[in-house]
């Protein structure tokens, strides 16, 4: 079975500082694990996917997170927060490429905010 | 390439009335995956069709249903609306490579249902 768990509900940065978003896993396969941000009144759009390859994985807008087998962690930081960054934050597993379910795990979100 | 897109955008209803809700997924996709998301629930799986096929559904009540046509897009469903079906009602596409599925998901922006 797979769980995934954001610590944070929310993250309050100012513009210009570092980001950081938490999430741990749990999983009985090898997952692939994803980060997804939803805009306000949007539908999820993809930031990256970590699927086995190098753990450190760069996505779009600056985003990267890095997968910590040891630690069952998959982080999502930025260097530096823009106020277009203001939005909700997912955590997705899926274990349907290791032999487990293609039905992903959503957490239940964090949602950061950028001060100016 | 167009991405997913969901018809229509807004939707409201009163309690015990039908609803069609209507998703064209990415060319190329043949998976289709419904989510719930609901105000403080998170996203909950609702349904995935592929290939004309119910392949698993969540643990929703038998009056959500829905179905594939032959172009892959699909229709969800639901019957006897209920106060707590308000939510935003979100599509995904994933594609189907070598006889295998791709885990990542792309999601359309989502229908707003209201019911009254």
């Known amino acids: 079975a797979q769980s995934v768990t954001q610590l944070d509900s929310h993250v309050s940065v100012s513009e210009g500082t570092p980001v950081l978003l938490r999430c741990n896993y749990s999983s009985s396969y090898s997952p692939s694990l994803f980060w997804y941000v939803q805009h306000p009144n949007k539908g999820l759009q993809l930031l990256l996917k970590y699927t086995s390859a190098a753990t450190l994985v760069k996505g779009i807008n600056g985003f990267e997170a890095e997968f910590k087998k040891s630690e069952t962690s998959f982080h999502l930081t930025k260097p530096s927060a823009h106020m277009s960054d203001a939005a909700e934050y997912f955590c997705?597993?899926?274990?349907?490429?290791?032999?487990?379910?293609?039905?992903?795990?959503f957490g239940r979100g964090t949602s950061l905010i950028v001060h100016p | 390439e167009a991405g997913v897109t969901q018809s229509p955008t807004h939707l409201i209803k009163t309690r015990g009335q039908q609803v069609t809700l209507r998703c064209s997924p990415i060319?190329?996709?043949?998976?289709v995956y419904w989510y719930q998301q609901a105000l403080g629930l998170g996203l909950q799986f609702l349904l995935w069709y592929d290939e004309g096929e119910e392949r698993n559904r969540g643990n929703f009540p038998p009056r959500f249903s829905g179905r594939q046509f032959p172009n892959y897009s699909s229709e969800l469903n639901v019957n006897a609306l209920e106060l707590e079906d308000s939510a935003l009602y979100l599509c995904?596409?994933?594609?189907?490579?070598?006889?295998?599925?791709?885990?990542?998901?792309?999601f359309g922006p989502g229908t707003r249902l209201l019911v009254l």
């Open positions: 060319s190329g996709h043949t998976s």
């Open positions: 997705v597993v899926s274990e349907g490429a290791s032999g487990g379910s293609y039905i992903p795990t």
């Open positions: 995904a596409s994933s594609l189907v490579s070598s006889g295998t599925y791709q885990e990542t998901q792309y």
